[in-house]
């Protein structure tokens, strides 16, 4: 889902995305990305940059070890330098600095020239997640680059195994939300610099600079799409927790032996995922493997991967809902666009199985609770029920009010209801107790379960959960959508939902096994993995130096449980 941006300010040299320029003036400035945003070693390493400068551009490789704590961005070390200058697109001095980009680049990539950094990843790399630099600089910079669009990040996936757990990677969600350009896959900007949701492309390319860096509809302290995957690499490596790292896309296209680990995480917010991807991690369950979900949002919308993993696309529908009273709408409840699309009225027989909407809502149909236990809408299960759909109802919540200029959010955390569950164990909870609540562990998007609240217990309802599903902690943050901030003074009306910028729900978190014994552990909310490390509070956005919040030693235990526990021989 997304919200309100300001004019691109990208391509400006005079501003810094991120933390403040370090830059000595008239430092050159080039942009660039990865021919391809996943390889594997044996693969040569491509690049393709351009630039307005006459001066040399290098290349240098680092890996990402984790993040800058307590900010959101890489922390890096450099395992490659590249001594042959790479050949840009030397793009000529134009007044006003105007983007180094075609028209088309978000929906068909910037077409810049390849230049090989290396002929052949090293065997000896880990698999893991990479960035290459591009500079002027006659020696590596050991830094991430002040202004985006010089750093670029790839997977490097295995060869082979290396450890019993695999990161799964969200770039599908990464690419949906990024802008080079004027559009992503939810608006677009207008000659005026509005935005405008009919603007919007269907289709993404990952051949643009900057993509699981840039963060322009955030605060100068908010998270880009990457950084809950900085925070997570970041604890494990002071955990000593071994992973094998691949994008979505990689399991999409098979290229990923799911069977040869025990455990499949996924972390923060990753939303945008293809049919056979879905299919794959569904499959994995089914037959006795385990996955951890620690993050929010999840699997919310359909897409397909096009040009073998170079692009995605993804139509959504016609018509819209408004975000708040006077805003842009969002993509609605109307008729499909996607040209694969057939009316069952005209053509019943035509299988919609592929269409990219959402993936609970028809023609699809296919809740997220089928793979991760919890749900961000539920109101399909409710028509499934014989209940009334006619309002929205959610699981999950939604808190979006800072991104558009109210308050912040508010401080929630887990109500414990299950303190005998195994994801419990050595944090000294008791039912009734509340964890994570310093550090706004819920948010900013979660999701969650149709539940009863009976005795100060949540029960599901079993319109959508799996059997046997078990309730570990829940927020009841249904109150987040009684306030309307678009009116001032504000007026709320308790359980009326007044605006769409807080969307109130139960958000749970969950554990349940498949038939096979495949478990599945599912934290659902995007900044679970902020609470794992001291982060910046980003939803303080109105401090000029927004304070630090500690890390939660009960989210910790209970990440620590849920890996250690789900990573375990699983049955034959």
Known sequence: MSVLRPRHPGFDRRISIGAPSTEPSGTPYFAGYARAISLVAGEPLDV??????????????????????????????????????????????????PPLAPGACDSEGC?????????????????????????????????????????????LRPARPSAPRLLQIGVATWSAY?????????????????????????????????????????????????????????????EGIGLDCCTGLDIDAGTIDLDAYELVITVGHDEYWTGPQRDAIEGFVARGGNAAFLGGNLSYWQVRSLDDGEAIECY???????????????????????PLYRSPDHNPQHDNHS???????????????????????????????????????????????????????PSAGFTVSAEAHWALEGTGLLDGDVFGAEQKVVGFECDG???????????????????????????????????????RPPSCTPGVRC???????????????????????????????????????????RNVRPPVNAASEHVIQITRNAIERLSRRRPS
Not at 316 to 338: A, W, Y
Not at 457 to 468: E, K, W
């Open 355 to 409: 269409v990219t909407v959402e993936f609970h809502s028809q023609p699809i149909d296919r809740p997220p609770t089928s793979l991760t236990g919890v749900s961000m809408r539920n109101d399909e299960s409710r028509r499934r029920a014989g209940e009334d759909p006619s309002g929205l109802v959610f699981a999950g919540a939604c808190w979006w009010w800072e991104d558009l200029g109210g308050p912040e959010r």
């Open 449 to 487: 379960l149709d539940v009863e609240i009976k005795d100060g217990r949540p029960a599901p309802t079993g319109c959508d959960s799996p059997p046997g599903i078990e309730i570990v902690a829940f927020a009841d943050c249904r109150h987040w959508a009684e306030t309307d901030y678009s009116q």
């Open 48 to 97: 393709q940059v351009a630039t307005r400068e006459e001066a040399d551009c290098f290349a240098d490789v680092y890996r990402v070890v984790g993040c800058e704590d307590p900010g959101f961005d890489p922390a890096i070390e450099i395992v490659a330098r590249c001594d042959a200058a790479v050949k840009p697109l030397r793009c000529g001095q134009v007044a006003g600095h």
């Open 178 to 238: 990024h802008l080079w350009g004027n559009r992503d896959l939810y608006g677009g900007l207008a000659d005026d610099g509005s935005w405008l949701h009919e603007l919007r492309t269907h289709r993404v390319s990952f051949s643009r600079p900057g993509i699981g860096l840039g963060a322009f509809n955030q605060s100068l302290w908010g998270p880009g799409k990457g950084s809950y995957l900085f925070k997570f690499l970041q604890w494990c490596a002071v």
């Open 316 to 338: 959504k529908r016609r018509g819209g809902v408004p975000l708040r009273s006077h805003s842009q709408p969002m993509p609605g409840d109307g008729e499909p666009l996607d």
């Open 111 to 155: 077409g810049w020239p390849v230049s090989r950094v290396l002929d052949a990843i090293p065997e000896t790399w880990q698999s893991g997640v990479y960035l290459v630099q591009f500079t002027s600089s006659r020696k590596p910079t050991g830094r991430l680059s002040a202004q985006m669009g010089q750093d670029a990040l790839f997977v």
């Open 499 to 541: 605006n769409q910028a807080a969307l109130g729900g139960v958000v749970t978190i969950v554990s349940w096994r498949s038939e096979a014994g495949g478990e599945v552990f599912t934290a659902p909310t995007t900044d679970w993995v902020f609470a794992l490390r001291p982060t910046i509070d980003y939803t303080r956005y």
